[in-house]
């Protein structure tokens, strides 16, 4: 796995803290590629991949549009991940509820306390009035927001839905509106 070096050197940090107070923190998935969210998102969209319990989602959800809001309930389109940045990282496990009793608590709780002294925020909190739009609550995934809070100044500045393509269901970008909804829906404090 990759990541850039500034938010890796963070992270060993906070991995040693973390160590000392008992709590393990291991990254699941770093930097990802264009092309292996790609195999991702295409994996899903044609029904090859479960999306949320949905066993073949090409085949219960026919209108493009709601199957892609389906997928954008976990995953993101091609090009508009946060991990394309090096930057982020998934920790642990890949469900909110290991973060929800036993160790997981202590490991959610540990990173809610700690986290941002080492410039880790979590961007996909719970939805809510003051995050009303974007992906579903990730407690797994944290972003180093020096770089990160800058990136996303930029993608607001420079990205738009029509960038999208090079990848099935890349047309749905448009009317969902990815970049306002999905890339800029974070909670305040990665801003
Ligand atoms: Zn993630």
């Known amino acids: 796995m990759y990541m850039q070096k500034l938010p890796y050197d963070a992270f060993r940090a906070?991995?040693?803290?973390?160590?000392?107070?008992?709590i393990t923190l291991k990254i699941?998935?770093?930097?990802?590629?264009?092309?292996?969210?790609?195999?991702?998102?295409?994996?899903?969209?044609?029904?090859?991949?479960?999306?949320?319990?949905?066993?073949?989602?090409?085949?219960?959800?026919?209108?493009?549009?709601?199957r892609a809001r389906k997928i954008l309930e976990y995953s993101s389109m091609p090009g508009s991940s946060r991990h394309h940045w090096g930057t982020d990282i998934d920790l642990n496990a890949f469900n909110n509820s290991y973060f929800s009793k036993g160790q997981g608590k202590k490991v959610y709780s540990w990173l809610v306390r700690n986290a941002p002294r080492y410039g880790f925020c979590q961007p996909y909190t719970r939805k809510d009035a003051s995050r009303p739009t974007g992906y579903n609550e990730e407690k797994w995934h944290w972003s180093f927001k020096p770089l990160a809070a800058s990136y996303t100044k930029q993608a607001q500045l420079r990205l738009n839905d029509n960038i999208f393509n090079g990848f099935d269901g890349s047309k749905t970008a448009?009317?969902?509106?990815i970049i306002n909804r999905y890339v800029l829906g974070i909670h305040a404090n990665c801003y």
């Open 28 to 66: 699941l998935s770093a930097s990802r590629s264009f092309y292996h969210q790609k195999s991702i998102w295409e994996a899903k969209w044609n029904g090859k991949r479960k999306v949320g319990g949905i066993r073949n989602i090409k085949r219960t959800i026919k209108d493009p549009t709601k």
């Open 14 to 22: 906070m991995h040693a803290a973390a160590k000392q107070d008992g």
């Open 174 to 177: 448009t009317r969902i509106g």
